[in-house]
């Protein structure tokens, strides 16, 4: 068994975005180094309801790395200060005895706020339904394996579709760009055979949806890169400026 | 034993041969034209696999959809975490594989408590599932000359798990999302996020749509539709911990069921053997690890019992690879319920590993040394990563360390050929239904049936009931509708006036966790009849308890933007105390499935009715049939009986050995 530890969360709250917010500060003292933080967030608000004050809203829900959901600063960095983590991911382990953790939420113009450490995502499934996919009707399908496809290139395409839409390229980012967000849909779908058909079409409609968002532009600072969970690379960006150069 | 008029639980299986019986089958369906699926309108609730392909689907044809999720996304349902693989009668292998081998493996696995059409029927449309999301762009593994690569799972001979490293889920469910989303930029879906179903509309006995609570508003919303699309889930988490997504529900069917859809095999739930065991009391969730994994991994314990060393020292000759040992042939890769309750034996003889014992070893040693570390890493890579972030052990150094957990629940609402549950109009796919999995599903299975339904079955069976119909104009001022919403109003006004002792204090999840812990105890791997008995009325007093000193504190701020209805704005406590109530119903119907079916049979273990190897024992002449249970509003539930036929399979004792 290893020894608790004592953790302080400064915690962003606000219960509306209309409403001024500002950072509260809790102690937890005893807790064991195998819980996540989201775990902590959790007895935190057990205790907050106990005392019949508001619980702190953040998202969540595989907590397993996979759905997205979760998402915000720690200590001013997207996920927290763990490579390729979400911040379901992280463990307190991670941290030393009586240190203080500095939780906000994801700060960008196309995501608003609302509530606490959750922001509205929803301007990136927009981006997508611009034109993230092939269009094929169910039943118009041909047999899988008249396509082939080679491993590596197979193996390229999977890693750019493991994006899971967290969004914290986009808070990483000083400009609130989501260049590395579309830049792994389109690395995907081009690098497929499947791809092809529509690619120049997908390229310019989902880079102008995501101008029309409110995303701001890349100045290459490859924060994204450095944030992102699933370690899908900024070359990316630069591989979507010429995808999206006018022929 | 009621056997009922065969109305009720008519599944209106196809007449003939097995073989080709759903397209002949499908050929004589009515057809709706495109013109007129313009006028209609279908409610879809849920946006993993099945609800997303379905919406999609029914969309590309011409059909309005209103798809509803809880989630801020519908990239995020709990599909998403499906991890090892999707299974596919291709037999691109070359080891023999077919679509009655799929069909047999699938029917054997569920230990001959599911429907041969279904099953057969499932088989039949795996490989059309793998065309579909391979031309969406789903980036399959591959092999060097550029054609989709296979690996074996849990309860199969053959190689026909299709597999995206270990995203296969995710992967799916992208593909999946992105048509819905192509349909919703086409102005044919209008996506409805951050929703939770808290009622269904029900009007001349037909359903047509739901009330539910915007969860950031907190209002109260009406839906109607000219069907009703349930894809939702599975209930695993009425066990507190388990491997589904934490907020994953059992609202939406069990809200369904008590308007008249059946609910079948409640107690017909898979404890998955390969997950990361539980510490903490705050833990939150348990982590499965793909069962891919026992593919190379090899499954021990300790010979001597309580033996303390690290497992590195503990010598090759003092290992029991007891699933090996125990089960010659299939060793590792025997199915599911036979290797969780192996472990858990094991580990309530004492020879269990890790805190409190309750955990055995999954070890890769031998593979590292055979393929090399590249080779797993390349398998599994993100798999290994979740285990070491979790345990902080490196798993390429020493073993996992994997105890079983809740995973899937096969019990789902009642559904016919057509997936249409006993209420008209309400169809079920993907997990929430009961279908094809009989007591047990094998892995990869789970992708493959949550893709068949919602692809290929609903919009076919869906197009056939709508074009037999003339349905009355239902808005959200119907009658129905207003008495459904009322309904949704009066419970929530009651949660939010906590009574006694803990007046809103006590959080919901501390409710769930005893309730979980006695689920698990009692109606989890094994179960014995007076305990079950027992049981019902523990959730009994704990349901009671809760009603009268549970509930959770009014958050209501006048100032908030846009927020007038009950449980003004995000309230997560609300949300929390809405599904358990559901949980305690579906508690004390588990419980008495589990006591009703005094039979053993897959994952469905009776400690009265077992072999003399401790293998379960069927009573195929009581109980070989689906029980399909009634709700009713005055008294406990009805226990009505679907009979099962077997013309393709004689029902044999399973045996792995």
Redesign the interface.
């Given at each position: 068994m290893s020894a608790t530890l004592r953790i302080s969360l400064r915690i962003w709250r606000q219960q509306d975005p209309s409403l001024p917010g500002g950072f509260e500060t809790h102690r937890l003292e005893g807790v064991s180094p195998d819980l996540s933080l989201l775990e902590l967030l959790d007895l935190l608000n057990e205790r907050l309801i106990g005392a019949g004050e508001r619980p702190v809203t953040f998202e969540h829900d595989c907590r397993e790395g996979i759905c997205g959901s979760c998402g915000f600063m720690v200590n001013g960095q997207a996920h927290g200060p763990r490579a390729a983590t979400s911040v379901c991911q992280l463990y307190l382990r991670q941290f030393r005895d009586g240190e203080e953790l500095v939780l906000e939420p994801w700060r960008a113009r196309a995501f608003p706020l609302l509530q606490d450490l959750s922001v509205d995502r929803s301007a990136l499934d927009r981006i997508l339904a611009a034109g993230g996919y092939c269009s094929v009707n169910t039943g118009q399908a041909p047999e899988a394996n008249a396509l082939l496809v080679g491993r590596d290139q197979a193996t390229s395409a999977f890693e750019t579709a493991t994006c899971i839409g967290c969004g914290a390229c986009v808070a990483s980012c000083r400009n609130a760009s989501a260049n590395l967000f579309v830049a792994a849909k389109l690395a995907h779908l081009a690098q497929l055979p499947q791809g092809q058909p529509e690619r120049q079409r997908r390229a310019r409609a989902m880079t102008e949806r995501m101008a029309a968002e409110g995303f701001g532009s890349c100045s290459s600072q490859l924060e994204c890169e450095a944030v992102c969970p699933k370690q899908i690379s900024a070359d990316w960006i630069s591989w979507m400026n010429r995808e999206t150069r006018p022929l | 034993m009621n056997v009922d008029a065969p109305s009720r639980h008519d599944p209106h299986l196809p007449a003939g041969a097995l073989e080709g019986a759903w397209q002949r089958h499908r050929r004589d369906l009515p057809l709706i034209s495109a013109a007129n699926k313009h006028k209609l309108r279908v409610l879809v609730v849920g946006s993993g696999l099945a609800g997303a392909?379905a919406a999609?689907?029914l969309a590309?044809q011409g059909y309005y959809v209103s798809l509803i999720t809880y989630?801020?996304?519908?990239?995020?349902?709990?599909s998403?975490?499906a991890q090892g693989g999707i299974n596919a009668a291709?037999n691109?292998a070359n080891d023999g594989d077919s679509v009655t081998r799929l069909f047999r493996d699938t029917v054997k696995g569920g230990d001959f408590r599911a429907r041969e059409a279904g099953c057969f029927r499932l088989a039949e449309l795996s490989t059309?599932i793998?065309?579909?999301?391979?031309?969406?762009?789903v980036?399959?593994?591959?092999?060097?000359?550029?054609?989709?690569a296979n690996r074996s799972f849990g309860g199969a001979l053959v190689s026909r798990t299709f597999y995206?490293?270990g995203?296969t889920g995710?992967?799916l469910l992208?593909g999946a999302?992105?048509?819905l989303?192509?349909q919703?930029?086409a102005g044919r879906i209008e996506?409805l996020?951050r929703r939770d179903l808290v009622e269904l509309v029900v009007v001349d006995g037909v359903a047509r749509g739901v009330v539910c609570r915007h969860l950031?508003s907190g209002q109260l919303e009406t839906w109607t539709a000219n069907a009703v699309v349930l894809a939702s889930g599975g209930y695993s988490n009425i066990y507190y911990l388990s491997t589904n997504?934490?907020?994953s529900n059992v609202s939406a069917i069990w809200r369904a069921y008590r308007k008249g859809a059946d609910f079948a095999n409640p107690c017909f739930t898979q404890i998955h053997p390969t997950c990361i065991p539980s510490?903490?009391v705050?833990?939150?969730?348990l982590?499965?690890m793909s069962e891919s994994l026992r593919n190379d991994g090899r499954v021990w314990l300790p010979a001597t019992q309580a033996d303390g060393r690290a497992p590195e020292a503990i010598p090759e000759e003092e290992r029991d690879y007891f699933l090996e040992r125990q089960y010659p042939t299939y060793g590792n890769m025997v199915p599911r319920d036979v290797a969780s309750r192996r472990s858990r034996e094991r580990c309530l003889a004492g020879h269990g590993v890790g805190p409190g014992g309750r955990s055995v070893y999954l070890d890769l040693k031998d593979a590292l040394a055979r393929d090399g570390k590249a080779a797993l890493e390349a398998r599994y890579g993100n798999l290994l990563?979740?285990y070491e972030?979790?345990t902080?052990e490196d798993p390429l150094v020493t073993p996992l360390r994997i105890y079983p957990a809740p995973h899937y629940t096969m019990g789902g609402l009642w559904v016919d050929y057509h997936l249409m549950s006993t209420l008209p109009g309400l169809f079920v796919l993907g997990e929430a239904n009961f279908s094809e999995h009989g007591a047990n599903r094998l892995g990869a299975s789970a992708l493959m049936q949550g893709l068949a339904d919602g692809?290929?079955i609903a919009?076919a069976t869906i197009t056939a009931w709508l074009a037999g119909q003339s349905q009355p104009e239902v808005g959200p001022d119907h009658p129905a509708c207003r008495q459904a919403r009322h309904e949704a109003e009066v419970r929530i006004a009651a949660l939010l006036a906590p009574r006694g002792r803990s007046g809103?204090?006590?959080?919901v999840?501390?409710w769930h966790r005893e309730l979980g812990h006695l689920m698990i105890e009692t109606c989890g791997i094994s179960r014995q009849g007076p305990r079950l008995e027992k049981a019902i009325a523990q959730v009994e007093d704990l349901r009671q308890s809760f009603d009268q000193e549970g509930g959770v504190?009014d958050?209501g701020?006048a100032?908030?933007?846009n927020s007038s209805g009950p449980g003004r704005?995000?309230h997560?406590?609300l949300e929390k105390a809405l599904r358990l109530q559901d949980y305690f119903g579906l508690a004390d119907l588990m419980l008495r499935d589990a006591l009703a079916r005094q039979e053993s049979c897959g994952a469905h273990f009776r400690e009265e009715h077992q072999t003399a190897t401790g293998e379960a024992l069927r009573d195929d002449a009581r109980f070989g049939h689906i029980a399909a249970w009634q709700w009713r509003q005055d008294g406990p539930p009805q226990r009505h009986v679907e009979p099962l036929r077997f013309n393709e399979i004689t029902p044999s004792q399973r045996d792995y050995q």
């Open positions: - | 392909s999609a689907s590309e989630h801020d996304s519908p990239r995020r349902a709990h998403v975490a291709k691109y059309a793998i065309d579909q999301c391979v031309a969406q762009g980036p399959f593994a591959r092999d060097y000359g550029g054609t989709l995206a490293r995203q995710q992967q992208y999302v992105q048509a989303l192509r919703v930029e996506l996020p950031v997504a934490v907020k510490g903490d705050h833990q939150s969730k982590t499965l990563e979740m972030r979790i902080g692809y290929f919009p809103g204090l006590r959080p999840d501390d504190a958050l701020s100032r908030i933007s704005g995000i997560s406590e």
